[in-house]
């Protein structure tokens, strides 16, 4: 298999959350797979193709849960394979992988200041916002409401066990945010003062449920009780068409020790520790999903996906994304 050492070290540093985020993780991908096409001493156009292939499941392989990273994949490799199907040279297809990725690329940017354009606007004066994890999206729509002039708080949580939520609260106060750093388990103490909740995405599903860091779930619980707003920005292409088929989205599990030292597990072999890296807030403790195509309902996840994706097939799935995906899925356009 001749993936190159960039891409394998770009997979590495996904996988070990060098690079992490869902958004990050998708441009980290097509990046990757530009490399791939750059680097690749294919003779022919079949065997570029198979390098492609290899470097798309090295890269599909490092995370399970940010459906980002297929839906990136997807982008490019669909397009690479319409440049091969029609005949199209090594150059041809060559040409139209960077051409994907620099698309797929700035657009998923774009997306990220339109959805801060368009959440900030739910965003008023004198609000206290709970975030949690760290959320390029979400921290857009915060940052793109305080520099129009709009003046409130945010309460961040420390995101256990990666400390996500610490950058998080960096960002904001080296924006001149005021941001208040606590601990996960304080979320509902807290929230009998918080206004809104904003948080991020990894997934969203045909149903309008949202999957995101572990504990969102909770303090959407908490959100529903208090009859506070729980707002999710998330890019359409965080949105899972495998989910129209009825396949479910996986949840990753991390190794023990991100929660406890291994001298811990050496002096305990009697505890068994679990890692759920993401959980599922269901669409009912959802009021609004911030997109780049316009604010809407979780209910309307199904129209996103159908716009977004379609679902009847006229050209089928690269082939590394049938045997990567657990549920093949069959699309005409993306
Ligand atoms: C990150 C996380 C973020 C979403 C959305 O988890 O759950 O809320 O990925 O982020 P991890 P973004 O740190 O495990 O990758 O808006 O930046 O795509």
Redesign the pocket.
Known sequence: MTVPEEVIKLAEDIKN?KI???????RAAVKGLSIAAAKSEADSREEFMRDLDNAAKVLLST?PT?V?LPNALRYVMVRAYRAYEGGGTKEEIKESVFRASDEFYKNSLKA?DLIGMYGSRRIEDGDVIMT????????SILVNAWRSGKKFEVISTETRP?Y?GRITASILAKEGIPVSLIVDSAARFFMEHVDKVV????AVAANGAVV??IG?SMIALAAHEARVNFIV???TY?FSPETVLGSLIRI?ERPADEIVDTQYLRDNPGVKVRNP??DVTPASYVDLIVTEKGVIPPEAAILVLKEEFGWFSSVSLPKFLKEGLETPVEMSEY
């Open positions: 959350m992490r985020g869902a958004g990050e993780i998708a995370r940010a980002s990220v949690h994890c760290h959320s390029t999206a979400a921290v990666r996500q948080v991020g995405a990894d995101n860091k969102t920005a998330a890019e965080k990753e890296a993401f």
